[in-house]
């Protein structure tokens, strides 16, 4: 069973940068994808990028939920078993659970068969 850790979380002041980061306990070019969820505070999970084909392609092939595109960046590192998610110009509606996951597309839809635990952002208006 893959382990993912993230780390990264933090508090964060409304414009502010941070760079999540998600390693993994196995060799990501194995994976099919990978993608990052948040969860705000009182709502339901929901994904905000995924990348796929980063073993063939330099940067792979990214998707982003369409409240944080031009904002964030996710990307993966093969050498470190890493992925990462740079968010930039953070708005308190960014904050939350940011969960890192292992997946696959099926049918053009983003599916998870792996967690980590979370990290927390908080953003400060």
């Known amino acids: 069973q893959v382990q993912l850790v993230e780390s990264g979380g933090g508090l964060v002041q409304a414009g502010g940068s941070l760079k999540l980061s998600c390693a993994a306990s196995?060799?990501?070019?194995?994976?099919?994808?990978m993608g990052w969820y948040r969860q705000p505070p009182g709502k339901q999970r929901e994904l905000v990028a995924s990348?796929?084909?980063?073993?063939?392609?330099?940067?792979?092939?990214?998707k982003y939920a369409d409240s944080v595109k031009c904002r964030f960046t996710i990307s993966t590192d093969g050498a470190k078993n890493s992925m990462y998610l740079q968010m930039n110009n953070l708005q308190p509606e960014d904050a939350g659970v940011y969960y890192c996951?292992?997946?696959?597309?099926?049918?053009?839809?983003?599916?998870?068969?792996?967690w980590g635990q979370g990290t927390q952002v908080t953003v400060s208006s």
């Open positions: 996951s292992r997946g696959r597309f099926n049918g053009g839809r983003y599916v998870s068969d792996a």
């Open positions: 196995a060799n990501i070019f194995a994976f099919n994808a």
């Open positions: 990348i796929s084909h980063f073993r063939q392609i330099v940067g792979g092939v990214t």
